[in-house]
């Protein structure tokens, strides 16, 4: 075992007690949170020194530490890295080690040095900004490699995550955290596919496959979807469109999450926790995909990052996101959309087809209790299918019966409409439905698919329920 100088010593006390000072006041102090940086001291962040402090240290972050060779640096740090700076310190060497950022989500913290690398690859070399923790007091089983290293880039096209940059201006961060300029950015936008959801639905997960990011959506008080929260997600090995078992590519579509399985039910590989998705759904067996065990889970136990694109067709977020995710799902019932061309559009902008579309579903309801066959089969598009009957066959199918009935009523509530990304116009429509007729009444839930026709008449291709 190496015995460390006096001098050593003296330096690691120095520094730390600086770091937990400047840290200290700059955290809130309501939430009574300190801070014990990792600043090249070997095992410096287990945070001993925090027992001096106010208050304990209970929760861990990351941050970027950068170091700063002289004062004009920092003007070029703020253009390439526009983040909060939590804290900073003079070396006796004269150059200044600088914290970038709060980061609860570790892959967010390395998703932001990838991005800087790809649109600033000769000023963030210079930088060289590395991934670091913050808080928490125990020490980790890796603390001998206690500054993380930074996982190597993914050098294919739009891989790393963005700022969540919806604008062209850029995020400018310096006087906010992460987290609420995301938060102030998004207001008043959604995904361009949610085009309606029911007042039970209080969230609803949608995940950028492009740019390996995880956002989960909130109604608020006014019957809006806000963002809540924003996490940097890893997919599979060779992308997303997933045809076929063992092809390592990640669903695109319209999903649920069907069941959790815990921290004790898992292999440490899977992190955790873990949620199913029901893949395959129904679009997925009617163009013939296979495979299965699609899930969102963690990090592999002790393992900050994952490149964004490493899974065999699972999204992977860090295992501290995962912890919280379960506060915004509803088994069975919360909706993760798998999304290709994630856009994002203002409020007003995608009521018109979600009204057009309700009206055509309030219209087929009519028909259908009307007993008008013609009417009620004219919604069916030709290549309509429930997997077992294709138009012809339903056809036959729906006159037979409805000879059999002298009255049908039909209710529907709790209309959910999501546009099916990678599916020219096509969205999926789910409801409650309270069948009653002469001889027959059942309720439960019902999926459809519309899509509309180039002739501009939206049409079911496929129902189930």
Same mark, same amino acid.
């Given at each position: ?204 997960? #949608? ?87 699609? #899930? ?47 856009? #994002? ?112 008449? #939206? ?7």
């Amino acid at each position: 075992m190496n015995r460390k100088s006096p001098v050593f010593l003296g330096l690691f006390l120095w520094v730390s007690a600086l770091m937990l000072n400047a840290a200290t006041s700059a955290s809130p102090s309501d939430e009574r949170e300190a801070y014990c940086f990792n600043a090249g001291v070997q095992n410096a962040w287990d945070c001993d020194l925090a027992e001096q402090s106010d208050g304990p240290v209970t929760t861990e972050y990351h941050t970027l530490k950068v170091v700063l060779s002289d004062v004009q640096d920092g003007t070029v740090l703020e253009r390439v890295l526009p983040i909060e700076r939590i804290g900073e310190f003079p070396l006796p060497s004269g150059e200044t080690v600088v914290f970038l950022g709060r980061f609860r989500d570790s892959m967010k913290a390395f998703r932001v040095v990838e991005k800087c690398q790809q649109t600033h690859a000769g000023e963030c070399s210079r930088f060289a900004p590395e991934v670091v923790r913050i808080g928490g007091r125990a020490k980790p089983e890796d603390a001998k490699d206690s500054e993380v290293q930074v996982a190597a880039l993914d050098l294919q096209a739009k891989t790393s995550g963005d700022l969540v940059n919806v604008r062209v201006a850029s995020l400018d961060l310096s006087d906010k955290s992460l987290d609420s300029a995301i938060d102030g950015t998004m207001e008043a936008r959604r995904p361009e596919g949610l085009i309606r959801l029911p007042k039970t639905t209080k969230h609803v997960l #949608w995940v950028d496959l492009n740019e390996g990011n995880l956002y989960v959506l909130e109604r608020d008080d006014d019957a809006r979807f806000r963002l809540k929260e924003s996490m940097s997600v890893s997919i599979g090995k060779r992308g997303y469109g997933k045809v076929r078992k063992g092809d390592q590519k990640t669903p695109v579509g319209v999903y649920r999450l069907m069941s959790h399985l815990s921290d004790s039910q898992l292999d440490d590989f899977y992190g955790n926790g873990a949620f199913t998705l029901n893949y395959p759904n129904a679009l997925d067996r009617i163009r013939e995909r296979t495979g299965s065990g699609i #899930w969102l889970h963690g990090l592999p136990k002790g393992k900050d990052h994952r490149p964004l694109q490493d899974s065999d067709g699972c999204v992977i977020l860090s295992n501290t996101m995962v912890e919280g995710l379960g506060d915004y799902i509803d088994l069975q019932r919360t909706p993760i959309v798998l999304d290709d061309r994630m856009k #994002w559009v203002g409020v007003a902008e995608n009521e018109t087809q979600g009204q057009e579309l309700a009206q055509t579903i309030e219209a087929w309801r009519q028909a259908w209790s009307a007993l008008d066959n013609d009417a009620y089969l004219a919604y069916y598009a030709s290549d309509f299918t429930d997997r077992k009957k294709d138009l012809a066959a339903w056809k036959r199918y729906k006159r037979r019966i409805h000879k059999n009935k002298s009255f049908v009523k039909v209710g529907v509530s709790e209309l959910s409409l999501l546009a099916y990304p990678g599916e020219q116009n096509m969205v999926v429509a789910r409801f409650y439905q309270h069948y009653k007729s002469s001889n027959f009444r059942e309720s439960g839930w019902k999926e459809q698919l519309w899509r509309k026709e180039d002739s501009g008449q #939206w049409r079911i291709v496929y129902e189930r329920g």
